[in-house]
């Protein structure tokens, strides 16, 4: 019932779906349903809340229960939100693994954990797969769907066909890979940043500027390989044109950042600057940030339908 759990709960019952949110204690249970409660009152009222359904029909929609047997019971779909440790994972799923039936798909929002070091050894494990969530669920939309090598194919399908119902933008990796796709995508990012800053050739506000204001511009609709086919005349196009720039510049990348030293201080002073790191500061920035993203949510949902 942490962060994670509590958003695809939301976006279980906009999608009109019977929601049942276990976790180990009461308290953490009744804070959750608290929260949900009150996030989805504020989005009805600013007109964002998602789904056909009112608050108040979406929150009939959510219970809570303490014991996972029960929890389970009649269930057709169950996504496990735990810590994202694997020693946790697999306990939880050992326990699924001994009282669940053979219908039901056991999922994991795990964002790293390959699914043949969390599956492997069930009895159940044709049933199991990763659906990999972008934090926060409710507001970004993409889903990674990632199969055990012994998952059956019937698993991911009806795992695709629930995302689709219930509004999320589900992605079908063929095979499992570490960091999955989204992950690797955003390291690569994230690496060729640090090593930018790291030597000295931009600052860290001017180099969040350079996505915010320029790549994450385009990437708010079309991703890099659509952005090529635009560029020119296709991609065959494009590879033709510049394919040799590329390989220059992609040779010119550095090793691995260790992320320590003086380039975290560098980063972490310029960040602090603008986002003092004190929770309330942290958790307005984050509201900030999830107004933001239900804005262009809606921004995308009205262009489609134009």
Same mark, same amino acid.
């Given at each position: ?49 998602? !789904? ?5 029909? &979406?929150? %009939?929609? @959510? /219970?809570?229960?303490?014991? #996972? ?109 570490? !960091? ?5 995508? &955003?390291? %690569?990012? @994230? /690496?060729?940043?640090?090593? #930018? ?110």
């Amino acid at each position: 019932s942490g962060l994670i759990g509590r958003s695809w709960a939301m976006v279980f019952a906009a999608g009109g779906f019977r929601v049942k949110l276990y976790d180990i204690a009461q308290e953490q249970l009744t804070t959750a349903l608290e929260n949900i409660r009150k996030q989805m009152k504020e989005m009805e009222k600013s007109g964002v809340l998602k !789904g056909a359904l009112s608050a108040e029909q &979406q929150l %009939a929609l @959510i /219970s809570v229960c303490t014991d #996972l047997k029960a929890a389970v019971e009649g269930a057709t779909f169950i996504q496990e939100c735990t810590p994202e440790n694997l020693e946790l994972k697999k306990k939880i799923f050992g326990q699924l693994d001994l009282i669940v039936g053979d219908s039901v798909i056991l999922s994991s929002s795990t964002s790293c954990l390959l699914p043949s070091k969390l599956f492997t050894g069930l009895k159940h494990v044709k049933q199991c797969i990763v659906s990999h969530p972008v934090n926060p669920p409710y507001f970004v939309p993409l889903v990674e769907i990632v199969p055990h090598p012994e998952t059956d194919p019937s698993t991911t399908e009806r795992t695709y066909a629930l995302m689709k119902k219930i509004g999320q933008s589900p992605v079908k990796l063929n095979r499992e890979i570490e !960091g999955f796709v989204l992950n690797r995508l &955003q390291y %690569a990012v @994230i /690496s060729e940043a640090w090593r #930018l800053v790291d030597e000295g050739v931009i600052s860290p506000t001017d180099l969040d500027l350079v996505m915010s204001d320029g790549l994450g511009m385009r990437y708010a609709f079309i991703g890099p390989l659509e952005t090529m086919h635009l560029n020119a005349e296709g991609v065959s196009s494009y590879c033709e044109r510049y394919a040799e720039g590329m390989k220059l510049v992609l040779n010119t990348f550095g090793p691995v950042p260790e992320f320590s030293g003086e380039t975290v201080q560098k980063v972490n002073q310029a960040l602090s600057e603008k986002i003092p790191v004190v929770p309330k500061v942290l958790d307005a920035r984050r509201k900030w940030r999830d107004e933001c993203l239900t804005g262009l949510a809606k921004l995308k949902t009205q262009m489609k339908s134009d």
